[in-house]
């Protein structure tokens, strides 16, 4: 079944040529983390939108934002962003509308039709070379709910360093029929380049396990829980990533503050260094001879980072985002 994105926008669907091929431009990854909403952001104002019709509905699209800094997808920088209704935003240059991310897109609407229960904010946090563009779409409804009892809570991430995005999932109640076809299950998540031939790619599978793939046809098998996190990357950092233990966890990611490290008792680090996307060393901390050591973060701005471990042998990296 073609799905609605495509059935929306028409205009770019040339753009979705292949099938079935798994994507390679980003690298997608995923995790779980303490969904908080945003803290004191801008409303986005929804009074004088373009209205673009949509099979037997319309659907807004409304007036551009900057996004703060030259954010880079698929190869072209972007400045501004336009987000629409149904959970995407189209990426702008000078005006020029050549990409979109799309976040959570399928048939959202105020919830229970009311505006005053629903909003769209947005926030740049962090300092320049470090910035972070917050979306968040807040207890939005959906067309297909008659019975007005089903919301969703979302939030797109955009990183300055190293033009990575999130999608990042909050408390969420969804029922049959929400999306639009019969045995849908969750929204179109992902990306599409507006290029001749360009690249698309969507979230598919289990939630909690996606593959990216390039045909729109193929969605999750379930809805992704509250506190699920997509990471979207193609990053070529100067950290070795050569030694990604996953018997090493840290908790919580995203952090506010403070980070947790949990070894095993046969692991023997002494040290850990914080670098930032760059490689370069921003904080180091001594952790010899603690089995759950501790990382205070509170001074670094909000970034990716990345934790490297170190004993006499070995060196393990973990990959971790500031809030």
């Not at 983390?33 to 807004?60: K, M, Q, R």
């Not at 995407?88 to 609407?109: F, T």
Request: proline residues 4%.
């Amino acid at each position: 079944m073609i799905k609605h994105l495509l059935q929306a926008t028409l205009f770019f669907s040339f753009a979705l040529i292949a099938n079935s091929v798994e994507s390679q431009t980003y690298t997608l990854t995923n995790s779980t983390g303490t969904y908080s909403d945003l803290v004191s952001p801008s409303v986005l104002d929804e009074s004088n939108p373009d209205i673009v019709p949509s099979g037997s509905s319309s659907f807004a699209v409304y007036q551009p934002i900057a996004i703060g800094f030259d954010f880079e997808l698929l190869g072209v920088s972007y400045d501004s962003i336009r987000i629409a209704q149904y959970g995407y935003v189209k990426l702008s240059n000078n005006g020029a509308q050549e990409a979109l991310i799309l976040a959570y897109d399928c048939r959202l609407d105020y919830f229970q039709g009311d505006s005053s229960l629903s909003a769209i904010n947005y926030q740049l946090e962090g300092t320049p070379g470090s910035q972070i563009l917050k979306i968040e779409f807040n207890n939005y409804g959906f067309e297909e709910d008659t019975l007005d009892q089903y919301f969703a809570n979302f939030q797109l991430w955009l990183f300055e360093d190293c033009n990575e995005f999130e999608i990042h999932v909050g408390s969420t109640s969804v029922g049959p029929g929400i999306f639009l076809g019969p045995q849908d299950a969750a929204p179109l998540m992902g990306y599409i380049s507006l290029d001749m031939g360009g690249e698309s790619a969507y979230l598919s599978g289990s939630s909690s396990a996606p593959v990216l793939v390039a045909s729109s046809s193929s969605v999750m098998s379930d809805h992704p829980s509250s506190g699920t996190i997509y990471n979207f990357s193609d990053c070529a950092v100067g950290v070795d990533e050569s030694f990604m233990d996953e018997s090493i966890a840290i908790y919580p990611n995203p952090v506010d503050d403070i980070i947790v490290i949990d070894l095993d008792a046969s692991d023997e680090f002494s040290e850990v260094i914080v670098r930032d996307i760059q490689g370069v060393e921003v904080k180091r901390v001594n952790i010899e001879g603690t089995s759950s050591p501790v990382v205070n973060i509170t001074e670094l701005p909000a970034a990716v980072y990345f934790l490297e471990l170190h004993s006499t042998n070995n060196t393990v990296t973990k990959r971790i985002i500031k809030k």
